[in-house]
């Protein structure tokens, strides 16, 4: 459970940073105070993770030849991708979350990696 925990406010941390960062990803837009804000990025966090757990494996299986093919590089696609999906499950779930087009998803995608790799190596799982 505590590892959940962890990894969840990590992703959080990280989906926060590139919407900071990133134009086309609009995080509680508007007016919202800071507590909305720290609440809609912990819960786009948690389908963040979600999809990530349930959907991502399913296609990296039926994409493997893709995987040899470019050596791994297909995995940017498909991280953006699964950014899409969460924005996408964001606005069924009335998330104030969205990712405007691929370009931002990609972009977004790489920033939360780094992000959430480097919290990962500062944080300790266990």
Known sequence: MKGFVIKTL???????????????????????????????VLAVAVVFGVINWLIKPVVKLFSFPL???????IT??????ML??????????SL????????????GSLII?????GLHLALDDD
């Open 10 to 40: 990590i992703n959080a941390v990280a989906i926060w940073v590139a919407a900071w960062i990133v134009s086309g990803i609009q995080l509680a837009e508007g007016s919202a105070d800071w507590q909305h804000k720290a609440l809609t």
């Open 67 to 73: 995987f040899i093919l470019t050596l791994g590089l």
């Open 76 to 81: 940017f696609v498909l991280n953006a991708l």
């Open 84 to 93: 899409l999906l969460t924005s996408w499950a964001s606005s069924k779930l």
């Open 96 to 107: 104030d979350f969205h990712v405007v087009n691929f370009v931002s998803a990609l972009v």
């Open 113 to 117: 990696s780094l992000v959430s790799w």
